[in-house]
């Protein structure tokens, strides 16, 4: 469920993650859909689960973003150091379906990268898309109590 309200100068976003996935190359391509999204990599450490990348797919869709991203079978994807790096990782994964605007995506991208500050994105190189002066979301769907955010 994906929701967008706009009052003035601000926006709000309801987005629904999924819940949480072990990433497995094979179970992914059946469990994520062909929709436009982002998705959320996690890495789980002792009891807590640390953010590793937010990644927006938008014209090949979830399934195929994170196959793009992660899968060895494709090659020539400029991607293939940030690969290496998040397949060291023992991975988790969830996703929510974004299917708006690509500036909805880069919007919501922007607010959960400054807000969760995952290892792999940096947040000055990205920016929202200027359209609104607040950004506001509500997430949904499985809390991740043992989340470690890095300052």
Known sequence: MFKKDVRGDD???????????EYDKYTA??????????MWLLHPVKTEVESLLFYACWRDGLRVGLRKLLDDSFINTGKEDLRDLLLQHELLYRFAVIDTSPQDIQDI??????EYKPLYNDLAKFTDSKRYMNIFIKENGDILPNLRVRR
């Open 11 to 21: 926006v709000y976003y309801a987005i629904e993650w999924s819940r949480l996935f």
């Open 109 to 114: 991208m922007y607010w959960l990268i400054k």
């Open 29 to 38: 391509r059946r469990v994520i859909p062909e929709l436009p999204g982002i």
